[in-house]
């Protein structure tokens, strides 16, 4: 069975800080696929990234970047330089590869609140 | 590119009525989609996976005679809450992946049900 933990409920900084949000997974699969989405108020899911477990690539997107090790089971997510528009519930995902090499269904983690004051 | 509509965007109905949700993905074809569930503070849970022209596999624990998915093409899946009760009440959230071989998943806005 798949599991994403997202240990961190909640997490307070003052803008500029930078912040990780920690993930960690457990699967069986071989061939996975991870992704991180993040949900403001509106409660709309935006997605952020999506990595293949194969592609151990650490990834940088103008204040966001990621961290994924095999090793450790895990994806963090890094917010350089925080802002107020950050604060959102950001959500860990796990979606096993059929198959054919497609994803199917996205297990989820319990999502970390964050909160980025002036 | 990949836009999912939901519909309506926001429902308050009496309890022991029927809510029917539409998730519609607008300019792509989508052979699977899925419905989540969130309660407030929580994270989403799948409900069902629907696949035009078939049944829909429910997850373990859902009912399918309360949460019933049909999928009759290839851009719109509805969900309708059958006898809604106060329980019921929920975040529910489709997304939809593009062809047979997408890799991601596009979410709709969401669909806030309360039933009263």
């Known amino acids: 069975a798949q599991k994403v933990t997202q240990a961190q409920t909640e997490i307070s900084v003052v803008e500029k800080e930078d912040v990780t949000l920690d993930c960690v997974y457990e699967t069986r699969d071989t061939t996975y696929y991870l992704f991180w989405y993040k949900q403001p108020p509106s409660g709309e899911l935006v997605f952020l990234i999506r990595r293949n477990s194969f592609d151990e690539q650490n990834e940088i997107s103008g204040r966001y970047s990621w961290n994924f090790q095999k090793s450790t089971s895990s994806f963090n997510f890094t917010i350089t330089a925080s802002q107020v528009v950050d604060s959102a519930v950001y959500f860990c995902a796990l979606s096993e590869a059929t198959n054919t090499g497609t994803a199917s269904k996205l297990t989820f983690g319990t999502g970390t609140r964050l909160q980025v004051t002036l | ?116």
Request: hydrophobic share 35%.
């Open chain 2, 1 to 116: 590119g990949a836009v999912v509509s939901q519909h309506p965007s926001r429902v308050i109905c009496k309890s022991g009525t029927s809510v029917k949700i539409e998730c519609r993905s607008l300019d792509f074809q989508a052979t699977t989609m899925f419905w989540y569930r969130q309660f407030p503070k929580k994270s989403l849970m799948l409900m069902a996976t629907s696949n035009e022209g078939s049944k829909a596999t429910y997850e373990q624990g859902v009912e399918k005679d309360k949460f019933l998915i049909n999928h009759a093409s290839l851009t719109l899946s509805t969900l309708t809450v059958t006898s809604a009760h106060p329980e019921d009440s929920s975040f529910y959230i489709c997304s939809a992946k593009p062809g047979l071989a997408g890799v991601s998943q596009f979410f709709g806005p969401g669909t806030r049900l309360t039933v009263l």
